[in-house]
């Protein structure tokens, strides 16, 4: 591989996204937020009036997805979708058309796209898996899901108990369970991943980490 890879694989609500932000930052590298284009993939679907488990439809939507990743922001079709596709539904919309075989190879090498210069911290499900086998270091990060429902609810401004936070802990698990158990590119380490467990551990503490052992490697 060309360029090196920092590739951050964990379940949803790990905080995998902020920890990978921040690595390619500190690094001066690019960053893919694999996860986006799922969700995106699943709101254009809803757009265009197709069903999420449409195979096919889905899988063809997927290869010609006109999104772009401006500045932070995700555009689809030049309209700003950043917030939209953080929607609890259009997670679960996103967690469906990943199931599908055929879009997860329609959207591969735009994935690999993301590695054309300097380097790239990329952040999913099968980064190390499947995307980037050869990645320079892959790093599977996890948290409890009482801890990982307390962050998703402090991102959403819903307090630590009562209905909407019970909702928060069941599309959690049901999420999980979801990504663990489909048959393509299921959610699981890689053989070679380090294990990065941040229940107890700032985000600081978490980047540091990363970095550290990317260092070593280098070394
Ligand atoms: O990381 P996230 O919550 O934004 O991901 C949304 C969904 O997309 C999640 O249910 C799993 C799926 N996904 C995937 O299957 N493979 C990836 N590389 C990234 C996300």
Do not use: C
């Not at 390619?24 to 699943?42: E, F, I, M, P």
């Not at 096919?56 to 939507?61: F, K, S």
């Not at 980037?132 to 401004?157: I, W």
Request: charged letters at 25%.
């Amino acid at each position: 591989m060309q360029y090196p890879v920092i590739a951050i694989d964990g379940p949803s609500a790990s905080g995998k996204g902020t920890v990978a932000a921040r690595v390619a930052a500190a690094l001066g590298w690019a960053y893919l937020d694999s996860g986006a284009l799922y969700r995106v993939t699943a709101l254009y679907a809803r757009e265009q009036g197709a069903a999420w488990d449409d195979e096919a439809v889905v899988a063809a939507l997927a290869a010609a997805l006109p999104v772009r990743f401006v500045d932070g922001r995700v555009e689809l079709d030049g309209r700003d979708v950043s917030s939209d596709i953080r929607a609890e539904e259009i997670g679960m919309g996103a967690s469906q058309v990943a199931a599908l075989p055929a879009v997860r190879a329609a959207l591969l090498q735009r994935q690999r796209d993301f590695a054309v210069h300097g380097g790239l911290v990329a952040d999913g499900r099968d980064m190390a898996s499947v995307v980037f086998p050869e990645a320079a270091l892959k790093v599977f990060l996890t948290a409890s899901a009482e801890v990982r429902a307390q962050r998703r609810a402090l991102q959403l401004g819903v307090p630590l108990a009562g209905e909407a936070y019970e909702r928060i802990v069941a599309d959690i698990e049901k999420r999980d369970e979801a990504d663990r158990n489909r048959a393509v590119a299921p959610l699981k380490p890689a053989a070679d991943a380090h294990m990065l467990d941040t229940s107890d551990l700032s985000i600081e503490e978490s980047v540091k980490k990363v970095l550290d052992w990317y260092r070593q490697i280098e070394n």
